[in-house]
Nanobody, 121 residues
Framework: QVQLVESGGGLVQAGGSLRLSCVAS????????MAWYRQAPGKQRELVAA???????NYADSVKGRFTISRDNAKNTVYLQMNSLKAEDTAVYYC???????????????WGQGTQVTVSS
């Protein structure tokens, strides 16, 4: 059974930084794309940053130059370094990954439970 567990959220002042982590655990044969999404109150969930298994990172325009996504394949972990945080970055941040559990199963898309990021102005 595959699980994604995020950590690193919290309360930070505007202009500050946070680093989110997401660890995939369980039966994992391979991991493809990994990404971070966020959902603010009353808004739809939106893509923040994505990192394909073998490609370049993509970022939402609102976070370009401030956020950096990276991954450690040996640790099945994806990170989101968030700098110069703004009040509008306040949201629940979700980890997302395409994971193939075994050779008997096709890749499946998984979500973490989310971690709250609150930026005070």
């Amino acid at each position: 059974q595959v699980q994604l567990v995020e950590s690193g959220g919290g309360l930070v002042q505007a202009g500050g930084s946070l680093r989110l982590s997401c660890v995939a655990s369980g039966s994992i044969l391979s991991i493809g794309a990994m990404a971070w999404y966020r959902q603010a109150p009353g808004k739809q969930r939106e893509l923040v940053a994505a990192l394909p298994g073998g490609g370049s990172a993509n970022y939402a325009d609102s976070v370009k130059g401030r956020f950096t996504i990276s991954r450690d394949n040996a640790k099945n972990t994806v990170y989101l370094q968030m700098n110069s945080l703004k009040a509008e970055d306040t949201a629940v941040y979700y980890c997302n990954a395409d994971i193939r559990p075994s050779t008997l199963l096709m890749p499946h898309n998984y979500w973490g439970q989310g971690t709250q990021v609150t930026v005070s102005s």
